[in-house]
């Protein structure tokens, strides 16, 4: 299962890398071939989830909350998780607790995210224990956190640890994955020294090569100063916005609140309505403030136009500027 769905993301990853470089008519054509191929996997996942397929209902939940179909909405993404997490699924179980806990696509409620922590509780130690690097990842959180289970701090640092051994010859070799992992468990500081300034580094590396949560986890470590990094809100800029045009919603957020602050660049209310709006379309509840104290500041012409723009907005990947020659 868990294969299954790193599968559907790297090829969302892989689209959008294929078609920032791609230029002429040929490389347009294998974009459009690429499309076909996103609509497949949307067609297929969705038909299996609907026949009852756990993995399914899964991977077509993480479709939306990571990839291309975001604008359909966290909702839509928790009742298919929720759906897997019917029949026990791991993935829909894990979702629903961090959902709930959020409050992402569904009310936040703490108790119901502590019963489908529990419940997982038992398939993350024996996976952990078979020495699956995210799960030992998730068992550390879950004893960190106190997530369906009591706060162990003593346990947390021991699969803290086990796992950042794991992931350090991953991230030698260039895993991608690895390196957001392991700059993760960096920030915490459990198990192993904590080390902020690395972990920043990882990400950027993650950015770098095009990877949409590294482009989001790099843009918030020099945007927001988050753990204690260094500030710098023009490089934070840079890679939120590169996040963003991706349609990376809580980027959006972001770069929607750096226009109508002049945070990074020059301010803009009519970019920081159209930027809000997008975020807030996808779910982002922290969006919504921001857009309400926005309100109070700009024009109804301004506030109109940005709205229009958000109404008109394609996801880089889906440009017409990147389907023909």
């Not at 054509?29 to 993995?55: F, H, I, M, Y």
């Amino acid at each position: 299962m868990l294969q299954v769905r790193e599968g559907s993301r790297r090829l969302l990853i892989t689209t959008m890398v294929a078609t920032v470089a791609m230029v002429g008519a040929a490389q347009a054509q294998v974009k459009d071939t690429r499309d076909d191929n996103d609509r497949t996997l949307w067609q297929e996942t969705l038909a299996a989830a609907k026949e009852g397929s756990a993995s399914a209902q899964c991977d077509l939940g993480e479709l939306i909350v990571r990839g291309k179909e975001a604008q359909r909405g966290m909702k839509v993404a928790a009742k298919w998780f929720g759906e897997a997490a019917k029949q026990d699924a791991l993935c829909g179980l894990m979702r629903m607790g961090e959902f709930h806990r959020r409050g992402t696509g569904v009310d936040k409620n703490l108790a119901q995210s502590d019963s489908f922590y529990a419940r997982a509780l038992p398939q993350v130690a024996i996976l952990a224990r078979s020495g699956d690097i995210e799960m030992q990842i998730q068992l550390a959180k879950m004893h960190h956190k106190a997530l369906g289970t009591e706060e162990d701090l003593e346990l947390a640092a021991v699969w803290y640890r086990n796992a950042a051994a794991s992931l350090e010859p991953l991230v030698k070799v260039g895993d991608i994955d690895a390196h957001k992992k392991l700059a993760n468990i960096l920030i915490i500081g459990i198990g192993i020294d904590r080390d902020v300034v690395r972990a920043g580094k990882l990400y950027e590396v993650a950015a770098i090569a095009g990877d949409r949560a590294g482009l989001y986890l790099a843009g918030t470590m020099w945007f927001t100063g988050r753990a204690n990094h260094p500030v710098d809100h023009v490089r934070g800029f840079k890679w939120l916005y590169k996040a963003a045009e991706i349609n990376h919603p809580r980027s959006q957020g972001y770069v929607g609140a750096a226009y109508a602050k002049g945070l990074g660049v020059e301010a803009d209310p009519v970019l920081a309505v159209k930027w809000l709006q997008l975020a807030i379309d996808r779910g982002v509840g922290a969006a919504r403030p921001e857009m309400k104290e926005l309100e109070q500041e700009i024009t109804e012409k301004q506030l109109k136009q940005g709205k229009a723009l958000a109404a008109e907005w394609i996801p880089l990947f889906d440009r017409p500027e990147n389907k023909t020659s």
